[in-house]
């Protein structure tokens, strides 16, 4: 029983797509097709703009330039999320504050940000954990008073909603992923940033363009009567005309790739139908656990919709949450844990961080969750499999617990 190897799934709608561009001799680089997914993307989410990338690290990467910390700087940030969400933070001379999460969402919890800003805290980023939206009011409200920038990783929260609001437009820039496992893929890599700010938006085209982020005046010193032979191009008076009066940073080349920009535009339309598949899956684990005392699953607030990127559950113990993995995985139940604290890995550490931080994502990691398959790839005997192995893997650490009134296995299989 698998994990997502792909967290969406393929159709005709995507190889008809294919089809037309590699037929229709169009450009396969910065062509209709990436405007389009753009435009449909921005619409979707409700924000000014939305601007691809190759993929959801370097929409992070890019998101984080446009902050413009500065050496001594504060950045607030959850730890639990991968590590891509921090990532950028190593190269800059910030100091990084890791903020503890809600036991319920696994989400960074508003309550303890403000005790970890300072009058040099410039950001915070945060990341909506396996599709449940953060509280965002309550972080925003926070974050306004201090004058504080939030950016949202999104990689897990395509296809969930907050108070009626798409993830990606609740702070000031949104991270989305388009990666193989992730709810929409665009060819296994692809990522998009999303904001409302008409000189962000100037900056990133720079920046992901191959061109340099810089501040730039008008400086004429070309005679305006000597000819241009091509004036259209980019090399004319427009450009030598300028000064850079300051370099923030050179651009790369993020340029998502015609075919790429297809497909996500293919698998866009289709986004309903795949978030249905994961809700139905959950739902079916949901009706599984509420039979057990000892584990719960993670639930959105009632104002958010989950968009079920991971389905996550916790267990009240380590023996129990042990048990129950071992007894999955003699079932042929794959199970991957997400994530590791952060503040605990080597590369944190080795900036200054350590155990008993944050101690409440410590001991929801170490002693309490866990994740399980829950994805459109699987096909409904595999979901039938799965549904029958949790309820059996429960009831078995149940009874080797001493419980008494275990559930009969398989009372719960059509439940849902």
């Known amino acids: 029983m698998p994990c997502a190897k792909r ?25 209709t ?8 993307f921005a619409q979707l989410v409700d924000t000014r703009y939305a601007m691809t990338t190759t993929s959801g690290t370097v929409s992070l990467e890019l998101a984080i330039q446009l902050l413009d910390l500065q050496p001594g700087d504060e950045v607030i940030a959850t730890p639990q999320t991968y590590q891509a969400t921090v990532m950028p933070l190593l190269d800059r001379e910030v100091t990084v504050r890791f903020c503890d999460i809600d036991p319920m969402t696994l989400n960074i919890d508003p309550a303890a940000v403000e005790a970890l800003i300072t009058p040099r805290t410039r950001a915070l980023l945060l990341v909506h954990y396996g599709g449940c939206p953060a509280e965002m009011d309550e ?39 388009f990666q193989n496992a992730k709810n929409i893929t665009t060819l296994g890599e692809g990522g998009m940033v999303t904001f409302d700010r008409d000189d962000w938006a ?4 720079r920046l992901r363009g191959n061109d340099v982020d810089a501040q730039i005046e008008p400086e004429e010193w070309i005679d305006p009567d ?25 651009g790369t080349n993020a340029t998502m790739s015609e075919a790429a920009a ?26 599984v656990l509420r039979r057990y005392p000892f584990v719960r699953p993670q639930q959105a607030p009632a104002h958010s919709g989950h968009a079920y990127h991971l389905y996550t559950c916790f267990a009240d113990s380590r023996g129990l949450r042990d048990q129950l993995l071992l007894a999955l995985d003699r079932r042929g139940v794959e199970i991957q844990l997400r994530y590791f604290p952060l503040h605990l890995t080597p590369e944190w550490r080795h900036r200054g961080h350590g155990r008993g931080e944050c101690p409440v994502a410590e001991s929801m990691w170490f002693d309490q969750h866990l994740n399980l398959p829950c994805h459109p790839g699987l096909r409904t005997s595999q979901v039938e499999y799965l549904v029958e192995a949790l309820d059996e893997s429960l009831a078995e650490v149940q009874a080797m617990a001493g419980g008494t009134a275990a559930p009969e296995p398989g009372a719960a299989l059509t439940a849902g």
């Open 7 to 31: 967290g969406s799934v393929l159709g005709e709608a995507e190889v008809t797509a294919l089809a037309e561009l590699v037929q229709g001799g169009a450009p396969l680089s910065m062509g």
């Open 33 to 40: 097709w990436r405007d389009r997914f753009e435009r449909s």
């Open 139 to 177: 972080i925003m409200a926070v974050a306004r008073r201090h004058g504080i920038l939030v950016v949202e990783d999104c990689a897990h929260a395509l296809g969930a909603d907050y108070r009626g609001r798409r993830p990606g437009s609740l702070a000031d820039i949104g991270c989305f992923s």
């Open 202 to 205: 100037l900056r990133l085209e």
């Open 226 to 250: 000597e000819p241009l032979v091509l004036p259209w191009m980019k090399y004319s008076a427009a450009v030598y005309s300028d000064r850079v009066t300051r370099i923030r940073r050179a």
């Open 262 to 287: 297809a497909v996500g535009l293919a698998q866009l339309s289709r986004l309903d139908t795949l978030q249905g598949t994961r809700s139905s899956i959950a739902a079916r684990l949901d009706a």
